[in-house]
């Protein structure tokens, strides 16, 4: 069973329009994050949700909206997509102070 | 401000080779130290990881870091490289709060392995 997923895996789009990437996990874990990881693979946290609470919000611009139905999904929202938006969205999930487990990655292109 | 720098954007080593890539860290406590591995089109898996104890820590595929205090470091190392450790490597420092790591990642090391 694939521990942290992610859907869709390609998401190719054009300027202004609203997209949503999914993220599950079913490893129990109470935390959930958003990385964006731009052209030259720098990592970059966004969004963090504790049992449904946000705890983590980066400088990111308000067309971004994570929302946690429950602790087992994190969902990204990106309204009036724009050029810079396209980079690879990695979900990702811890317990406490352990290790981060990421998903496969959303790949994001907009033109 | 919290700070993860790996020097080398991109190393070639040949296959059966030693490896050593470098990270250094800023950061005014003791971090938690991760090393994560990205294959070309996945995502990113854990390597090893220093919390606390032995500063000398093993990893997965033979990956083996060492934690240096005085020199705010945390170099991954492989004895033998193989031709399928050609990768992306990043270093990345948690600061521990709330009961999660707020995880700051390195740029970022390339590994090409030559035959």
């Known amino acids: 069973d694939t521990a942290v997923s992610q859907t869709p895996k390609y998401l190719v789009t054009q300027m202004g329009n609203d997209k949503s990437i999914k993220c599950e996990q079913n490893?129990?874990?109470?935390?959930m994050y958003w990385y964006k990881q731009d052209s030259k693979k720098f990592l970059k946290i966004m969004f963090s949700?504790?049992?449904?609470?946000?705890?983590i919000n980066e400088t990111v611009p308000n067309r971004f909206s994570p929302k946690s139905p429950d602790k087992a999904h994190l969902n990204l929202h990106i309204n009036s997509l724009e050029l810079g938006d396209s980079a690879v969205y990695f979900c990702?999930?811890?317990?406490?102070?352990?290790?981060?487990?990421f998903g496969p990655g959303t790949r994001l292109t907009v033109l | 401000a919290q700070s993860v720098t790996q020097p080398d954007i991109h190393i070639t080593v040949s296959e059966g080779a030693s490896l050593e890539l470098r990270c250094n860290y800023s950061?005014?406590?003791?971090?938690?130290l991760f090393w994560y591995v990205q294959s070309p089109g996945q995502g990113l898996q854990l390597l090893l990881k220093?919390?606390?104890?032995?500063?000398l820590v093993q990893g997965i595929k033979g990956f083996e870091a060492e934690f240096k205090r005085s020199q705010s470091s945390f170099n991954l190392r492989k004895p033998s490289v193989h031709w399928s450790d050609a990768a992306e490597y990043f270093c990345?420092?948690?600061?521990?709060?709330?009961?999660?790591?707020?995880?700051?990642f390195g740029a970022g090391t390339r590994l090409a392995v030559h035959p």
């Open positions: 990702a999930s811890s317990q406490e102070r352990n290790e981060q487990f």
């Open positions: 490893l129990g874990h109470d935390t």
């Open positions: 949700y504790n049992n449904k609470e946000l705890i």
């Open positions: 950061y005014g406590a003791t971090p938690y």
């Open positions: 220093y919390f606390s104890g032995d500063t």
């Open positions: 990345a420092v948690g600061p521990y709060s709330g009961g999660y790591n707020k995880l700051i």
